[in-house]
């Protein structure tokens, strides 16, 4: 499937990064020379393959619902670009 | 003392020839000399390892030393280290200090090693020269012109170069395997499951697995002692009894089948590469070993399912990244939309952003069926090849990587040409399966590795088959000129 360049911009915004008309066309350019190596797969005949996800048949373990962290609510807001009084700050979303 | 083997080092501690802080500041001075022209560490804090180094002494007096007790080991920057700073080597984490411990770093904390730095790495595992990371590329320290293959390019480096004991990768398509077949050392990606992700920054969940990276078969096996053990923090980790992997090391070989496939040996390979190969299965011939001809004939798949899979889970993992919580946040922004988009346009780089779109695209309204779910059913007719090929033969070998190491730049601006790098790996991260990448020999005096791969669990047999070849040939024991 040949991508263009408006495919390129909709999958960027859908992907939240920014880019720009020289960055959409160089992308556009590696994009389709990955996307022509995946295509080798299409000549695969698979009906009837169960799609596999983990090489071992496992089941999610469950876990007694108890709590298991503890407050640490300083130590990993250290990292966080703004912070006050214990939230995260973001720009305004409700007017 | 530099070339010695972790047995040798724990010896040297226990008879106490060497303190681990001497030991320690030994390496750590190589680093000083090397590492600004190598650039195999990213983040370095003689305090914190050595404050480590002085613990360790304490407990060799104290007679508690476990096997890698006070031995210094290199850490991926990819695993978080509590107060270190953690980068998985892009801009994105460029100050991100970890708050918590991976699994892999408690487990060495735990046996008493000495974390002596964090090395660099592809960003977000993503390469296969170590030419993605936000902090440079790394030089392979057999020629300074080329790589060191990727993405554990900064553990690798660090291994051939003697700048560590030992160190620690992940492979996710190859990211241990491949440079330690460029840097010419011993490396081991184990079975999926069997090392725990936890505080392991994600690139593939369902494929990404950590493993040692070293001088020796005995020094892997010693090192995934420490790693391998389930973790209840790991939804993926599988709970099974404790192994001891150095228990095969003396296996005799008389009766091994050795399965070679075919479509390993065929167009691609670079012929030099091939005859070293074809002169390593001669010496398990001598050994006693039987060649059986196998086939493995979707492995031309690989990559082209990989390359959905992959990006698929990267684009999942990666929208964790929104300048919020941790990471890198634009400094000028309209609104939160645009806060995410600039944060993620600037702390991303091309890779990673490539990387991001394909799997965005592959999961978006409409292409699930044509790409996820189809890679997916190609992944397990990948993974049936080798339940086929292992009815024949006991153990699989092949070239690791089609070529040896390639300039620095050469690949850079290619993606296709540099996913190739990853033809004979990947299957194994598809499958689950176990593999590894030992010396054996050289082409233009560049190493080339031989990949032996296993069936599911058997790390033990795959070291043992590794040791037996390095008992009788020192090609593990050679270093870059004026290293050693």
Redesign the interface.
């Known amino acids: 499937m040949a991508l263009n360049i408006t495919d390129i911009k909709r999958i960027a915004h859908l992907a939240r990064i920014e880019i720009n008309e020289a960055e959409a066309q160089a992308t556009l350019i590696k994009l389709s020379g990955i996307l022509g190596l995946i295509e080798q797969m299409q000549a695969v005949n698979t009906t009837g393959i169960t799609p596999m996800s983990h090489s071992q048949d496992v089941v999610q373990r469950l876990r007694d619902d108890v709590i298991t962290e503890i407050n640490q609510r300083e130590l990993l807001q250290s990292n966080a670009p703004a912070v006050a009084d214990g939230l995260y700050l973001v720009p305004k979303v409700i007017e | 003392m530099i070339n010695s083997s972790l047995k040798q080092f724990g010896q040297m501690l226990a008879k106490k020839e060497i303190s681990s802080v001497e030991m320690t500041q030994t390496f750590l001075n190589r680093i000083q000399q090397y590492n600004p022209s190598i650039n195999a560490f990213i983040t370095l804090d003689a305090d914190k390892t050595l404050a480590q180094a002085k613990l360790a002494d304490a407990r060799i007096a104290a007679g508690t030393a476990a096997p890698l007790t006070g031995i210094p080991i290199a850490q991926k920057d990819i695993f978080c280290a509590k107060g270190w700073r953690t980068t998985c080597g892009s801009k994105m984490l460029e100050?991100?200090?970890a708050?918590y411990d991976a699994h892999v770093i408690s487990q060495f904390d735990a046996e008493g090693a000495v974390n002596l730095g964090k090395t660099n790495m592809d960003e977000f595992a993503m390469g296969s020269s170590n030419e993605t990371s936000f902090f440079g590329g790394v030089k392979n320290p057999w020629d300074f012109d080329r790589v060191p293959g990727g993405s554990s390019g900064g553990s690798a480096a660090a291994v051939a170069a003697r700048l560590c004991a030992a160190a620690t990768g992940t492979d996710t398509g190859g990211s241990i395997r491949q440079p330690a077949s460029l840097c010419g050392f011993t490396g081991l990606k184990p079975?999926?499951?069997l090392v725990s992700r936890y505080g392991m920054i994600a690139f593939a969940s369902?494929l990404d697995q950590a493993g040692p990276m070293a001088k020796s078969a005995e020094d892997c096996a010693l090192m995934l002692d420490v790693m391998a053990g389930f973790d209840?923090r790991d939804?993926?980790s599988?709970?099974r009894p404790k192994e001891l992997y150095t228990r095969d090391l003396n296996m005799a070989l008389k009766g091994l089948r050795i399965g070679l496939p075919r479509e390993y040996f065929s167009e691609g390979l670079d012929a030099n590469v091939a005859k070293v190969i074809e002169a390593a299965i001669a010496e398990y011939k001598k050994l006693g070993a039987e060649i059986v001809d196998i086939s493995l004939p979707?492995s031309?798949?690989s990559?082209?399912?990989y390359?959905?899979l992959a990006p698929a889970e990267a684009?999942s993992n990666l929208?964790r990244y929104?300048?919020?919580?941790?990471?890198?946040?634009a400094a000028q922004?309209?609104?939160?939309?645009?806060?995410?988009?600039?944060s993620?346009?600037e702390g991303?780089g091309a890779e990673v952003?490539?990387r991001?779109?394909?799997g965005?695209?592959?999961l978006?309204a409409g292409y699930y069926d044509?790409?996820y779910?189809?890679?997916?059913?190609?992944?397990?007719?990948i993974?049936d090849d080798f339940v086929q090929a292992f009815k024949k033969c006991d153990i699989i070998m092949g070239p690791t990587a089609p070529s040896t190491a390639f300039k620095a730049g050469e690949k850079a601006d290619d993606?296709?040409a540099m996913?190739l790098q990853d033809v004979y790996t990947i299957a194994t991260n598809l499958?689950?399966?176990p593999g590894m990448s030992i010396p054996a020999g050289f082409s233009n005096g560049l190493p080339v590795g031989l990949q032996i791969m296993g069936n599911?669990f058997d790390e033990a047999r795959m070291l043992g088959v590794a040791h037996a070849y390095q008992q009788v040939t020192d090609w593990h024991q050679k270093a870059p000129e004026g290293i050693l």
Not at chain 2, 333 to 342: E, F, H, I, V
């Open positions: 100050t991100f200090k708050p079975t999926y499951g369902s209840e939804s993926t599988l709970n979707n031309q798949l990559i082209p399912v390359y959905v684009s929208s929104d300048g919020v919580r941790y990471g890198h946040r922004y309209d609104d939160l939309m645009d806060m995410y988009m600039k993620r346009a991303f952003k490539r991001i779109l394909i965005t695209y592959v978006s044509a790409y779910l189809k890679a997916q059913q190609i992944r397990r007719l993974a993606p296709v996913y499958a689950g399966l599911y």
